[in-house]
């Protein structure tokens, strides 16, 4: 199974949209590409662009299971998680039905819904990948 997030980067935050296996699935909000002007910094940007593994997680801080992101360049704990805003965020994704300049709404509508498709996939072993682009353009 092939997630793919196609983003565009704002001042406030990154917009994009998940697919799955090439069919829209929802929305993801991200911090911003740049802090400081610095990209990549750790609890205040987006992740960078990369094809990255999926894993179950039981989340501490979320308490339940989430998707994880394995091996991301200078991160660790990347999630994709519930969430609406910039501020509910620490360098993870969330995901929404519903979106506006900086949020995403219907979270966990969406969230649930994500974790239905992906989570039997990953339980019967099969791999599951995450392509994240800037293919969007700015925001």
Avoid at 43 to 72: A, M, Q, T, W
Wanted: glycine residues 10%; proline residues 5%.
């Amino acid at each position: 199974m092939n997630l793919h997030i196609s983003r565009k980067y704002g001042a406030g935050s990154t917009e994009g949209e998940l697919l799955i296996n090439g069919i829209y699935e929802c929305y993801t909000l991200e911090l911003a590409r740049l802090f400081e002007g610095k990209e990549n910094v750790p609890k205040h940007c987006c992740i960078p662009e990369g094809v990255f593994d999926l894993e179950l997680y039981d989340s501490p801080h979320n308490k339940c299971d989430v998707l994880r992101l394995k091996n991301v360049p200078g991160r660790s704990e990347i999630e994709i998680h519930v969430a609406n805003q910039p501020a509910e965020l620490l360098g993870c994704i969330a995901v929404g039905w519903t979106h506006g300049p900086d949020w995403v709404g219907t979270s966990r509508r969406a969230f649930e819904a994500l974790m239905q498709k992906v989570s039997p996939v990953i339980k019967a072993g099969e791999k599951v990948t995450i392509q994240i682009t800037g293919g969007l353009g700015e925001a």
